[in-house]
């Protein structure tokens, strides 16, 4: 086989390579645009915090709900009832009965709702079938854990609907709360960082 025939064989292996490439890029692109919706808008205002800006709130980012909003089945949660936000968001808010005093002091039991175990996070130990509403509601049970799941249910219900843009994406709720990812300048602990994130 002459030279000439090798270069024309080898340029035409490269550019075969290239259009492969290109196919696999006009291929992926639609995927990458769909990913890129609203949980960009929360990378965003994370990247903002993590750099020491304050002016998080650009308009493009929310505030979410308190664990008491989400704890009150009376309430409501972005224009609609605690309970629709709750399915709204993925998940089924328990129904809590309680008996006694108020201000802590009563009994609450919590049935038929979504579990911490239904959740990326672990649920406390002994207790692995509690509800998610159960521990956002009492404050004595684990208040890192309240926290971390309070910034979930607002999470998942900025990914559900389009009047509503949280500040953090699922995925940076998670990272958070393990670790992998570090608080912004300025604060020193989870609770005071999740708590700056809602109203």
Known sequence: MS????DKQAL????DQSRRK????GVAAPVIMT????????????SQMM????????GSCQLGWSPGGWCGDVGRVGGMLTRDAWEEAG???ADKVCKGKGNGNGKCTYTDGSKVSDTPFSAPSGSPDITMLEVICDPRIDQELRHCLTAYLNASL????SNFTYILTKAQVVGI???SIPLPQGYISLNSFLDSTWN
């Open 51 to 58: 750099s020491g800006n304050a002016s998080h709130q650009d």
């Open 177 to 179: 709360c393990d670790g």
């Open 158 to 161: 900025s990914e559900k609907v």
């Open 35 to 46: 990913l890129a919706s609203k949980p960009v808008f929360g990378a965003q205002c994370l």
């Open 12 to 15: 035409d292996q490269g550019i």
């Open 22 to 25: 290109f196919a696999k890029v």
């Open 3 to 6: 030279e000439q025939s090798n």
């Open 91 to 93: 998940f089924i808010m």
